[in-house]
């Protein structure tokens, strides 16, 4: 009975095979660099990744309205009249409300 409790008289087998075990627990769950940790690192890097292009698609839209606004003065005072309700020097502005 007291050769199984000691450690020293195991099979290296068994040994290799227990050290092994807890390496697989120690790194897959239990160390700060987990492969838990590691493969939920990777899903938030790829969704950020994602979030970037989709921003860097917005930017160039907004880059092309500003480029568009500088170059063409109508389409300023086009923006001024509808949405801001400004008006030219002596024109009447009639705002129509829907129901």
Do not use: H
Request: glycine share 4%; charged share 30%.
């Amino acid at each position: 009975m007291l050769q199984y409790l000691n450690p020293l008289r195991w099979k290296r087998t068994f040994l290799f095979t227990m050290l092994l075990l807890f390496l697989v627990v120690w790194f897959g769950f239990i160390d700060s660099y987990s492969m838990l940790t590691r493969v939920k690192l990777a899903s938030e890097k790829s969704e950020l990744q994602d979030k970037i292009e989709q921003l860097k698609q917005e930017t160039a839209i907004l880059d092309e309205k500003i480029a568009d606004l500088k170059a063409n003065p109508d389409l300023l005072e086009k923006i001024a009249r509808e949405q801001y309700g400004m008006r030219k020097n002596g024109e009447k502005v009639y705002r129509i409300i829907t129901q």
